[in-house]
């Protein structure tokens, strides 16, 4: 009676928003059917906007959830100590509760807050020495969540005579559904968008010059940027990783392959990834508009720095990477288990504003950029961004003689891979790939060389809503560019849907700059 007591208690003080919650009050234990409406769906609890979460709910649920955790993790620890009073199947049954309530906890907290500090054992106070967990990164927390549902569910199928037991058969049928409320999204229907380095002064860009028919073709804005982020997130987009997608591993014959991976999405959701290109700053756009240089910011994360009319440097939000982090800093469940952008480089004018190639070596600060490109390039991978090749020289790596693709691979690795780190991902330039629509053949030379220097990630452009190929040992997928060309051309499409190549992300109209010189043409 003991036990039964205890668990009830656990299950006083579950987070089933069906009955306990509404946004104002927040989850209230003390009440009954105190949900009423959209609050009683199963779905307010979460950071779309519906919660009142961090806008002062009268009951916040930040505290009771580890509260509930330490009961739970107490029966988990202090239960194996008095396995022998008890038979096996009523043994693993309360120890596979005390795992469900505390997965369900793990997820209410993860819907709500992104990564949390996963607290999976009782913290004695004041004998443990250091009473502060760090929180945990999105994924770790997913990862949990899954693990501790797996656990419970194992346990109670565990035993011998599980099908015989009503209340045992509910159980399990109440976890895999907890479980199933994140599905497996078909990797072959991810979408994959890309942008340039983004315009943040649009009269500088369209200024009449000989650089503005190139920025309005090829070139998105940062109000368009933003206006396309809210648009996607309306629609239910969550951003995803290349590695999400599929991934290195040893099969069981020894042979490394690419395996698709598996990506949990709610019902309704819909994964895409993001790159941008030239993420260089090169010389030629200076005093048109964009930002100067990436920086690491006084936060520990990577933004950009922008040179005034005054002659004073700026440091702030200035294109792509700090914007999308502010966006998914204020929406959390836009980016799929910490996921950012591809972000990728040529090395002919040196990465990220510093100029780095080796034809600047007799600048008196080149050492000194090399060291301070690096050191940013490391923030980016610490701060879940993922690095891309995009050739050294901007080359057409399909068409161009193979002596030279040969010379362009090796001074990428030698100028860009050597400050970056290994990469493992390459933008085709132009889009132009080393092959066709059809899986890479054995007798590719360029794959292969490519291959050989450990790029497994190849994406060319496509139009079309998804093109995804999975080979042996790698992955392809097309990318979609969202520019003023592109946009300009929905436009000009008008009702001929068949035309209009942006919808399923947001229309074109909603989102092209009046500032834009039209009609936009290509060259």
């Excluded at 029966?75 to 005390?98: D, F, M, R, V």
């Excluded at 549902?149 to 346990?155: R, T, V």
């Excluded at 923030?379 to 399909?398: F, I, K, P, Y």
């Amino acid at each position: 009676s003991g036990m039964d007591i205890y668990m009830a208690r656990l299950y006083s003080n579950m987070p089933w928003e069906d009955f306990k919650y509404l946004s104002q009050w927040g989850v209230n234990f003390n009440g009954w059917l105190n949900a009423m409406g959209i609050d009683g769906t199963g779905e307010a609890m979460n950071r779309d906007g519906i919660c009142c979460a961090f806008t002062g709910e009268d009951n916040a649920y930040w505290g009771k959830a580890f509260e509930l955790l330490r009961d739970a993790n107490f029966l988990l620890e202090n239960l194996p100590k008095y396995q022998s009073s008890y038979a096996e199947i009523t043994y693993n049954h309360y120890l596979g509760e005390a795992y469900y309530v505390r997965a369900t906890v793990f997820y209410a907290m993860a819907r709500r807050f992104g990564g949390i500090p996963l607290v999976t054992k009782v913290i004695q106070y004041p004998g443990d020495g250091n009473l502060e967990v760090p929180r945990a990164s999105e994924e770790e927390t997913w990862n949990q969540v899954l693990a501790d549902y797996d656990k419970a569910i194992e346990l109670l199928k565990g035993a011998s005579d599980y099908d015989q037991h009503p209340e045992y058969l509910e159980a399990v049928t109440s976890y895999e559904q907890a479980k199933e409320t994140l599905v497996p999204y078909d990797l072959n229907k991810i979408t994959h968008i890309f942008f340039h380095t983004l315009i943040m002064d649009e009269d500088k860009a369209f200024d009449g010059d000989s650089d503005e028919r190139g920025y309005n073709q090829v070139m998105t804005t940062a109000d368009e940027f933003l206006k396309i982020l809210q648009s996607m997130y309306d629609k239910g987009f969550v951003l995803v990783r290349l590695h999400d997608i599929a991934y290195e591993t040893t099969d069981e014959t020894g042979q490394t392959i690419m395996k698709k991976g598996e990506i949990l999405l709610p019902e309704g959701k819909q994964a895409f990834v993001m790159s941008q290109d030239d993420v260089c700053y090169y010389e030629y756009m200076d005093g048109d508009g964009f930002a100067s240089r990436m920086v690491i910011g006084a936060d520990g994360k990577p933004t950009c720095e922008m040179k005034l009319d005054d002659g004073t440097i700026s440091t702030g939000s200035y294109d792509l990477v700090p914007l999308l982090e502010d966006f998914i800093q204020e929406h959390p469940d836009f980016s799929y288990r910490g996921a950012r952008a591809v972000i990728a480089f040529t090395g002919y004018q040196g990465i990220l504003g510093y100029r780095t190639a080796a034809s600047y070596s007799d600048s008196p600060t080149y050492e000194e950029d090399r060291q301070t490109a690096s050191a940013v390039a490391q923030c980016l991978r610490d701060n879940g961004w993922e690095l891309a090749s995009h050739s050294w020289g901007h080359r057409d790596l399909g068409n161009i003689e193979y002596a030279h693709f040969k010379t362009d691979c090796d001074k990428w690795e030698n100028e860009v891979e050597s400050l970056i780190g290994p990469t493992d991902i390459i933008l085709f330039p132009f889009g132009a790939d080393v092959g066709d629509w059809h899986p890479y053949s054995s007798d590719n030379d360029r794959f292969n060389y490519l291959h050989s220097l450990g790029f497994r990630y190849f994406c060319n452009v496509d139009s079309t809503q998804y093109w995804v190929q999975f080979g042996k040992d790698y992955l392809r997928q097309g990318r979609r560019n969202l520019d003023g060309y592109r946009m300009w051309k929905d436009i000009e499409a008008g009702d001929d849907t068949s035309k209009r190549k942006l919808d399923d992300l947001f229309k074109a109209e909603d989102v092209f700059s009046s500032k834009r010189p039209t009609p936009v043409q290509w060259n």
